[in-house]
């Protein structure tokens, strides 16, 4: 541990030194900002539909998952109580005496790969380890700034979409998430390598479509890394710095930079540690922050209870009948979606790298875990700080609309302000001084986020450069020096380019999942099969 806290120093002494420097903020954000732009319209190109320009990207995430979820008949209302009982372990016992598929890839020569000295299970973590990790990738700062861009850009109607979005996403999720144990690697030491980039190229395989799965295998790979460095590390360290600036009135200068290398320091310390080490963290984490912030989030709600009628009457009705001016009913659905997109990443496949480490032998177990991610995420936790925001304008503090990109005009001061700042005022007016309460929650969740991250575009890194300790010190390093780039950049340039990198993520991904769907009917109905046995086993 020494000597990873002494690396890590001497790798961001000259910055450290370079700092001093005023104005270095501005420098960085100069630099990003024009690139940010670029890649935002190459990803989020508009296509007119019934006279509205609808972002490809959208459209096809709204797409597929309707298809799933239609498809897999509602198995994100049906299967829920099941996803319930697998993360409480109710059902570990087909683990550990599961049967898997002589024909499977994890099977090699009779043997499960990587399992010789546990013939049990194969894998890296428990079900709520993978959960717990893979919610800490979603399950932060795009649901307390994110919702706050979504609200302030297309007001209280975005919120109904959002929800939309996130019951949709629940099925595509499952069925990523299976693919990802289904097609994962391991090595012979039971480390596992798995995600999207695995079942792209060897699912597409199997389908006589070699060439196809490679190249989309690749370009997830190559995008995952950079929304590992985007939404996953960049937005992350500056809505935190954001706040802690905020709380302490820094302003100016270097400050988001010193606080974007202290941040570098402690997620490098964690994030050498690997998957054990992230799933150790973030199964500790993430429930103490979502119980702070969700305590917090219901004391706001019955605060104004008497208001909340009002408030998911504006949702409805502004679903349908937005008032933030984006071109009608499309422009704020395409709102809702795209905010909910970034927060849940369902459609992404990013989630299934960290679930594909899980201690299973039915990759569709797995699948069902992993679609409580965006009811939890976008359901519950988005809507609940939606419901903050809009009790907070209930006296019009703010024209919904803004600048179009998150950030709003107080009406009695004037004064601009967005993503999490917006959060912390509305929550700062029912509850005093919860600023440093939330700033701690604000931390953590990034904090949650960026390690969780690390891990997801690591292992894209390796499917790309081989599984060197070279080639993961080299990603770790970039990684760390993206979470100093993010913290003194401004928001505007950090969410164009953090959405833009994880939406990008949804073109190779999509279709895969649209090409290797019957496989995951196949899996659902082995791991259906053995629940049955097993309650008929303990009926008998």
Known sequence: MNKTILSLLAFFSPILIFAQEKGIDERINDWFAPK???????????????????????????????????????????????????????????????????NSELVHDGDIIGTIEDESREGEVSHFQALATAVSGTVGLGNIAGVAVAIAVGGPGATFWMIICGLLGMSTKFVECTLGVKYRDVDKDGTVHGGPMYYLSRGLGERNMKGLGKVLGGLFAILCVGASFGGGNAFQSNQAASQISTLFGLEGGATGLIIGLVMAILVGIVII?????????????????????????????????????????MIFSGAFSPEAGLGGLMGVLIVGFQRAAFSN??????????????????????????????????????TMTALVIIFFNSQEVFPYGGDGHGTVVLAETGEAIGGVSLTSMAFESVIPHFSVVLTIAIILFAFSTMISWSYYGLQSWKYLFGKSKAADMAYKAIFLFFIIVGAAATLDSVIKFSDAMILALVFPNMIGLLLLFPKVREELNKYLEAVRGMKKSKLD
């Open 36 to 102: 940010a732009d670029i890649w935002e319209g190459i990803v989020l190109y508009k296509i007119p539909i019934a006279g509205v320009q609808i972002p490809i990207v959208v459209l096809l995430l709204v797409l597929g998952a309707s298809f799933f979820t239609v498809y897999f008949s509602f198995i994100n209302i049906r299967k829920f109580p099941l996803a319930i009982g697998v993360v409480r372990g109710k059902y570990d016992e087909l683990d550990d005496r599961g049967i898997m598929d002589p």
């Open 273 to 313: 540690g690997g998957i054990k080490r992230i799933a150790n963290i973030t199964e500790k984490i993430v429930p103490f922050m979502a119980v702070i912030y969700v305590i917090a989030c219901l004391i706001v709600i019955f605060a104004n209870f008497s208001y909340i009628d009002d408030a998911f009457g």
């Open 345 to 382: 990443e369902a459609g992404a496949g990013s989630a299934a790298i960290a679930h594909s480490a899980v201690k299973t032998n039915y990759p569709a177990s797995e699948g069902i875990v992993a679609l409580l991610e965006p009811f939890i995420d976008t359901v519950v936790i988005c």
